[in-house]
């Protein structure tokens, strides 16, 4: 079985896809694009010598990279880092003080808590703070 140059493009589209589905790189996935792009301009005779196709292959998929990484990459990080915002509204009660620039301690749920004053300014132990936001296992608080 012979393969033509379509359908070895279409291959090395594929598993390009593939490569970036193992990774985390969002890398691989803008050399798929090229890839399939080129296999498609072949297919239609558009590109009809290797050194047209190579060199469409590099081009789109350098074109894609620039324009559109980035753009991926803060769709991705949006989807990845979530706001967790069960706690927040939640009354919490500080068990350790919490410096203006550093971290005290809350009491919340059964458990401790890191916690950082959102208005930088001093809590001391004993008092009821709410819950702003979360940062990580690091929650911001503010004196109640």
Do not use: C
């Not at 458990?111 to 990580?136: D, L, N, Y």
């Amino acid at each position: 079985m012979d393969l033509t140059l379509p359908q070895i493009w279409l291959i090395v589209g594929l598993v390009m896809l593939l490569a970036e589905l193992v990774s985390v790189l969002l890398v691989f996935v803008f050399f798929a694009v090229g890839a399939l792009l080129t296999s498609l301009l072949t297919s239609i005779g558009l590109l009809p010598t290797t050194e047209s196709q190579i060199l469409a292959f590099s081009a789109i998929s350098l074109v894609s990279l620039l324009i559109l990484r980035k753009q991926a990459r803060i769709l991705l990080n949006r989807r990845t880092h979530p706001e967790y915002s069960e706690f927040t509204g939640e009354t919490a009660m500080v068990i350790r003080d919490i410096p203006g620039n550093g971290e005290g301690r809350i009491y919340y749920r059964g458990a401790e808590w890191k916690a950082v004053s959102e208005t930088h300014q001093h809590i001391p132990a004993g008092s009821k703070v709410v819950i702003k936001k979360t940062e990580g296992i690091v929650l911001i608080v503010e004196e109640s």
